[in-house]
């Protein structure tokens, strides 16, 4: 199966297909997830658990907010955001933005914007660390106290490990950024206590993501900024407003064997031909409720290779069937002209979909599914805001269409199979769904009202409880600290995911050998005109911004490059075709196109719909980061030849 963020509504998209597959004999399962795998990977490998970062009101008690990688003036993330970043301003609280881009956010929010190399960020965090125990800034009663493994971050740093000093001079080469930016940013985050290192999941899809994530996370504890009102345990970012929704510490929930214990018989929620599967080699543990489970064995950037090459390269099955849900899986996932021939090989796929996408055009059979407003839902907010949302139906759904529950309903009945779930009617299954979400004390409050506030006594801060009471409440790691070496990695002895954060190069780097032949740098963010690929066939949005591919005049000169002109912008994987926008907004060596602009190719293979996707690598890092802002391109103006009618 596979699914998507199409719709996070409770019992529509993927969940009825999930319950109707597992009752059929269940189906292969993908793991990771592109949006934070990387920053999921390293908040589990330093904190044991998903739940870092503090509520947004508690930013107005910050002395000092570092965006990293991050453009929530874009982005949305809970509607209080930005909000709320627009108030620390006004407040006067400084805030810095660190990204290769002169950000929307860098421009009305920041003091100071600080341009970096793509993919090198790693390289600056570790160089401040250097600064800030060279010049003994660290908040030593900290360390000793909540974590383990400092001094052998700091034998690596200092150049005891590998002979290399992580200078400010060595990251400068690295990153582009003055050593004495480096510096004074260290300086200043070790001394403005408290504050907020609010590290981006854009950074961490990178080639080695999670490693920049885990740097990010050890920095906060170096300076002390974690579970205080005003810091920030960088990670996953998840900005919960309950303190009782941190999974509880010690050490049961950590140990591996708990996964091998598992129950002999599926549960409702196991899915049969997931289950008993052998644990990822990388996965730290089977988190409740969260991704990065244990054994699901499929990477969501190896599916094409698992459809192309099956049990022969390893792979749990040779798949000939897709079942596509709530995604627009060629467009949004690396590698789009290898996805084609995979779905090309495949004998059968089936979608529910509302709109005739790229990846539509390749099924079988096209379920036509209705929208939100035909139907009724709930909806937890995205990162956990302190309010739920009923989506009440306003009209019948139109022409043919139905909802992927009736969709499967009708599925199951003329497979004569029978599911108590799926026969229930949809307030009887989100009165199921809702019961256990105990913050719900009225659902028909909710279903008049269209959404549910949950009453916040004060704003969270993640990792108070462990603060305040270290020998009760201990971080639910192995050792019951923060984890700055991490033992549980360092069991999986793998060279390339080290027990400590370091920085590595790799093939898709600005100091790769293929950098002579794809010498420019590509990031493929997210649009403020679009959620992914939704949306993007709008004109009104299009003529917002229309869609071009980022390049700086330094770039663009040599190249012959004027705004608006059409530009190639390829590599071994692909071609896309699209005008250029000529701007310093960009640092030089970088180029930018935003992910989500629907792949449209021509007859040479060419796509002129500018995907992104044609051009980014299906790998991941080993904790499962996806590098879609690691890939090295050339950029060429287009000229027509005569065949096509000059
Ligand atoms: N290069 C690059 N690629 C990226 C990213 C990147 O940064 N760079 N970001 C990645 C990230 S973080 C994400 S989350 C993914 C998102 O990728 P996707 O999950 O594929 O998101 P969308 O492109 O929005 O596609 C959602 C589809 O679901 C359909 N849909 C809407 N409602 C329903 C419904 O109720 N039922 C069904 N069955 N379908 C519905 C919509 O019509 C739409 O076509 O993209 C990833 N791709
Ligand atoms: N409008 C809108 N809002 C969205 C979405 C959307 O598609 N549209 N998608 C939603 C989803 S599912 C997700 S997962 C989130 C994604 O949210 P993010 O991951 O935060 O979004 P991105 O735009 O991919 O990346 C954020 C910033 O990281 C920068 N960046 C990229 N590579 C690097 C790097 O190597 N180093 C540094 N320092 N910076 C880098 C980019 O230039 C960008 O400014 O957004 C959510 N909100
Ligand atoms: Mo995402």
Request: aromatic letters at 10%; charged letters at 25%; one cysteine or more.
């Given at each position: 199966?596979?699914?998507?963020?199409?719709?996070?509504?409770?019992?529509?998209?993927?969940?009825?297909?999930?319950?109707?597959?597992?009752?059929?004999?269940?189906?292969?399962?993908?793991?990771?997830?592109?949006?934070?795998?990387?920053?999921?990977?390293?908040?589990?490998?330093?904190?044991?658990?998903?739940?870092?970062?503090?509520?947004?009101?508690?930013?107005?008690?910050?002395?000092?907010?570092?965006?990293?990688?991050?453009?929530?003036?874009?982005?949305?993330?809970?509607?209080?955001?930005?909000?709320?970043?627009?108030?620390?301003?006004?407040?006067?609280?400084?805030?810095?933005?660190?990204?290769?881009?002169?950000?929307?956010?860098?421009?009305?929010?920041?003091?100071?914007?600080?341009?970096?190399?793509?993919?090198?960020?790693?390289?600056?965090?570790?160089?401040?660390?250097?600064?800030?125990?060279?010049?003994?800034?660290?908040?030593?009663?900290?360390?000793?106290?909540?974590?383990?493994?400092?001094?052998?971050?700091?034998?690596?740093?200092?150049?005891?490990?590998?002979?290399?000093?992580?200078?400010?001079?060595?990251?400068?080469?690295?990153?582009?950024?003055?050593?004495?930016?480096?510096?004074?940013?260290?300086?200043?985050?070790?001394?403005?206590?408290?504050?907020?290192?609010?590290?981006?999941?854009?950074?961490?899809?990178?080639?080695?993501?999670?490693?920049?994530?885990?740097?990010?996370?050890?920095?906060?504890?170096?300076?002390?900024?974690?579970?205080?009102?005003?810091?920030?345990?960088?990670?996953?970012?998840?900005?919960?407003?309950?303190?009782?929704?941190?999974?509880?510490?010690?050490?049961?929930?950590?140990?591996?064997?708990?996964?091998?214990?598992?129950?002999?018989?599926?549960?409702?929620?196991?899915?049969?031909?997931?289950?008993?599967?052998?644990?990822?080699?990388?996965?730290?543990?089977?988190?409740?409720?969260?991704?990065?489970?244990?054994?699901?064995?499929?990477?969501?950037?190896?599916?094409?290779?698992?459809?192309?090459?099956?049990?022969?390269?390893?792979?749990?099955?040779?798949?000939?069937?897709?079942?596509?849900?709530?995604?627009?899986?060629?467009?949004?996932?690396?590698?789009?002209n290898?996805?084609?021939?995979?779905?090309?090989?495949?004998?059968?796929?089936?979608?529910?979909?509302?709109?005739?996408?790229?990846?539509?055009?390749?099924?079988?059979?096209?379920?036509?599914?209705?929208?939100?407003?035909?139907?009724?839902?709930?909806?937890?907010?995205?990162?956990?805001?302190?309010?739920?949302?009923?989506?009440?139906?306003?009209?019948?759904?139109?022409?043919?269409?139905?909802?992927?529950?009736?969709?499967?309903?009708?599925?199951?009945?003329?497979?004569?199979?029978?599911?108590?779930?799926?026969?229930?009617?949809?307030?009887?299954?989100?009165?199921?769904?809702?019961?256990?979400?105990?913050?719900?004390?009225?659902?028909?409050?909710?279903?008049?009202?269209?959404?549910?506030?949950?009453?916040?006594?004060?704003?969270?801060?993640?990792?108070?409880?462990?603060?305040?009471?270290?020998?009760?409440?201990?971080?639910?790691?192995?050792?019951?600290?923060?984890?700055?070496?991490?033992?549980?990695?360092?069991?999986?002895?793998?060279?390339?995911?080290?027990?400590?954060?370091?920085?590595?190069?790799?093939?898709?780097?600005?100091?790769?050998?293929?950098?002579n032949k794809y010498p420019l740098?590509l990031?493929?963010?997210?649009?403020?005109?679009?959620?992914?690929?939704?949306?993007?066939?709008?004109?009104?949005?299009?003529?917002?911004?229309p869609h071009a591919v980022w390049i700086n005049p330094e770039d663009a000169k040599p190249r012959k490059i004027n705004e608006g002109d059409l530009v190639d912008i390829y590599n071994d994987r692909g071609r896309i075709r699209i005008p250029a926008k000529v701007t310093?907004?960009v640092?030089p060596?970088?180029v930018v196109v935003?992910?989500?602009s629907?792949y449209n190719p021509n007859k040479e293979g060419v796509d002129l719909g500018g995907c992104a996707?044609v051009l980014?690598?299906?790998?991941?890092?080993?904790?499962?980061?996806?590098?879609?802002?690691?890939?090295l391109v050339q950029v060429e103006l287009y000229v027509k030849k005569q065949a096509e009618g000059l």
């Open positions: 199966m596979v699914p998507g963020g199409g719709n996070q509504g409770m019992i529509h998209g993927i969940i009825p297909i999930a319950i109707m597959l597992h009752q059929i004999g269940g189906y292969t399962r993908m793991w990771g997830a592109p949006s934070y795998e990387g920053a999921l990977f390293a908040s589990m490998a330093t904190y044991g658990t998903m739940m870092t970062g503090n509520a947004r009101e508690d930013l107005l008690n910050s002395k000092l907010i570092i965006m990293w990688g991050w453009n929530p003036a874009n982005t949305i993330w809970e509607p209080g955001t930005s909000l709320m970043l627009a108030k620390t301003k006004e407040k006067g609280i400084k805030i810095i933005a660190i990204d290769p881009i002169f950000t929307d956010s860098a421009a009305i929010l920041a003091n100071q914007w600080i341009p970096i190399r793509p993919g090198t960020d790693t390289a600056i965090l570790i160089a401040m660390a250097y600064t800030i125990i060279k010049e003994n800034l660290q908040d030593q009663a900290f360390l000793d106290k909540y974590t383990v493994g400092f001094d052998k971050f700091k034998e690596y740093v200092m150049g005891e490990e590998d002979g290399v000093e992580k200078t400010p001079q060595w990251a400068e080469k690295i990153t582009s950024v003055p050593s004495e930016v480096i510096e004074d940013l260290a300086r200043e985050y070790a001394t403005s206590k408290p504050a907020a290192l609010i590290a981006g999941w854009g950074p961490a899809r990178t080639a080695f993501g999670e490693q920049y994530s885990r740097a990010a996370n050890v920095l906060c504890a170096i300076t002390g900024n974690i579970g205080i009102n005003g810091g920030y345990a960088s990670g996953f970012m998840r900005a919960y407003y309950s303190r009782e929704r941190i999974v509880p510490g010690g050490k049961k929930t950590r140990d591996i064997s708990t996964i091998e214990e598992m129950p002999k018989k599926p549960r409702l929620q196991d899915n049969p031909v997931d289950f008993r599967a052998p644990p990822r080699k990388d996965a730290l543990y089977k988190i409740k409720g969260g991704t990065n489970p244990a054994n699901t064995r499929i990477h969501y950037n190896d599916y094409y290779e698992a459809i192309l090459q099956g049990k022969k390269a390893g792979y749990p099955a040779d798949i000939k069937m897709a079942y596509i849900a709530g995604t627009n899986r060629l467009n949004q996932f690396s590698n789009v290898k996805g084609v021939k995979a779905f090309k090989s495949l004998e059968f796929i089936v979608i529910h979909e509302q709109f005739l996408t790229p990846t539509a055009k390749f099924a079988d059979i096209i379920l036509p599914v209705n929208t939100f407003m035909e139907r009724n839902d709930a909806a937890v907010p995205w990162l956990g805001s302190p309010y739920y949302i009923y989506l009440n139906k306003a009209i019948d759904s139109m022409y043919e269409s139905k909802s992927d529950l009736e969709i499967c309903r009708e599925l199951l009945k003329r497979m004569g199979i029978k599911s108590s779930l799926l026969d229930l009617n949809e307030d009887q299954i989100l009165r199921l769904f809702i019961a256990p979400r105990k913050d719900i004390k009225n659902y028909n409050k909710m279903r008049r009202d269209g959404y549910y506030k949950v009453k916040v006594e004060e704003p969270f801060v993640a990792f108070k409880d462990q603060i305040e009471d270290p020998e009760n409440k201990p971080f639910p790691t192995l050792s019951g600290k923060i984890e700055i070496y991490c033992e549980h990695i360092a069991e999986k002895n793998i060279p390339l995911m080290p027990p400590i954060p370091k920085y590595f190069s790799h093939d898709e780097h600005y100091d790769s050998p293929k950098a740098q990031i493929t963010p997210h649009n403020k005109r679009r959620t992914h690929s939704t949306l993007n066939m709008i004109p009104w949005l299009e003529e917002i911004e310093e907004r640092i060596g970088v935003y992910q989500g629907w996707n980014t690598n299906d790998v991941h890092s080993p904790g499962g980061a996806f590098p879609m802002n690691s890939n």
